[in-house]
């Protein structure tokens, strides 16, 4: 088992960067692929970026390529997400989650955190 606690939210002007954080406890986390959602009011969840166990493989929606960069460290057992040139339409309750292997779909995600609020103002 493992469990996930986001951090990093906050309100930031358009064009600005975060740098969220998914904290892990749990001795498998090395195993886990980490992926990261997102959910704006009104919305349904969708993907953002996921990191395979290693760190090596790396998926983005096409939305966040080039601007999101999704990294972990395993000894520390966390995951980051950078933000930059953040845009009003990215703002959302971000999620991260983990799952043996990477899907896109939330659905196959067994583990969750509890969300950081993400507002971008214009």
């Known amino acids: 088992q493992v469990q996930l606690g986001e951090s990093g939210g906050g309100l930031v002007q358009a064009g600005g960067s975060l740098r969220l954080s998914c904290a892990a406890s749990?001795?498998?986390?090395?195993?886990?692929?980490i992926c990261w959602f997102r959910q704006a009011p009104g919305k349904e969840r969708e993907f953002v970026a996921a990191?395979?166990?290693?760190?090596?493989?790396?998926y983005y929606a096409d939305s966040v390529k080039g601007r999101f960069t999704i990294s972990r460290d395993n000894t520390k057992k966390t995951t980051y997400l950078q933000m930059n040139s953040l845009k009003p339409e990215d703002t959302a309750v971000y999620y991260c989650?983990?799952?043996?292997?990477?899907?896109?779909?939330?659905?196959?995600?067994?583990?969750w955190g509890q969300g950081t609020q993400v507002t971008v103002s214009s």
């Open positions: 990191i395979g166990w290693s760190g090596i493989m790396l």
């Open positions: 749990g001795r498998t986390f090395s195993t886990y692929a």
């Open positions: 989650s983990a799952r043996v292997g990477v899907s896109e779909d939330p659905n196959r995600y067994e583990y």
